[in-house]
């Protein structure tokens, strides 16, 4: 929960279905965006939409493999991912216009793309979505339009969730963003 996104409204929707259709149809007539996905291994999903987003448009892909050909497209038609999700081995990706980014990448990977990660962190982009299979993590690193006061990222990957490390990252204003679950590397 956080206080500071600028949403005015708010609704949700547990379904079987990964990413059912015509109810994100039906928000988007009412000027609900969605801003947040979550997927299960038996193929159901969260969809969190909301209004007060800056978005312009939206557009969504749901497929079994990374759909990398579909978010080049969007990028030249001015859309930017802004969120991702898997339920067992598909993908899901919303992408939407006036994000506020200036620049997107993706870093696919079978493991950790930790070079490329820090690469681009390296020349001014930030994590701004993940999402992972058992086979495959994906991470999207943008330019925001506005620079941030605190360019401060960094990740973690973890057999168990690591409360302890949170609590006291917490005490030096670093805060948790993104969180996906994937493969653990062996």
């Not at 497929?63 to 080049?72: C, E, H, L, V, Y």
């Not at 990028?75 to 930017?80: D, S």
């Not at 973690?156 to 493969?183: D, M």
Request: aromatic residues 14%.
């Amino acid at each position: 929960m956080d206080a500071g996104t600028g949403f005015t409204a708010q609704v949700y929707e547990i379904s079987q279905h990964f990413l059912h259709k015509e109810w994100i149809l039906e928000q988007w007539e009412r000027n609900y965006y969605i801003t947040a996905l979550a997927g299960a291994n038996s193929g159901s999903s969260l969809v969190i939409m909301s209004r007060g987003t800056t978005y312009a448009q939206q557009s969504y892909k749901v497929s079994d493999a990374f759909p990398f050909k579909w978010i080049n497209k969007k990028w030249k038609e001015g859309f930017y991912v802004t969120s991702m999700a898997t339920a067992g081995s598909r993908w899901a990706v919303v992408m939407s216009r006036n994000a506020g980014f200036s620049d997107q990448v993706v870093e696919l990977d079978f493991l950790y793309p930790s070079e490329g990660i820090h690469q681009r962190w390296d020349n001014g982009y930030r994590i701004t979505a993940t999402a992972a299979t058992l086979d495959q993590a994906a991470f999207i690193l943008s330019i925001p339009r506005r620079k941030p006061n605190d360019e401060t990222q960094e990740t973690l990957r973890t057999s168990a969730f690591p409360s302890q490390h949170v609590k006291e990252k917490w005490s030096k204003n670093l805060y948790l963003a993104s969180i996906c679950y994937g493969r653990a590397a062996s």
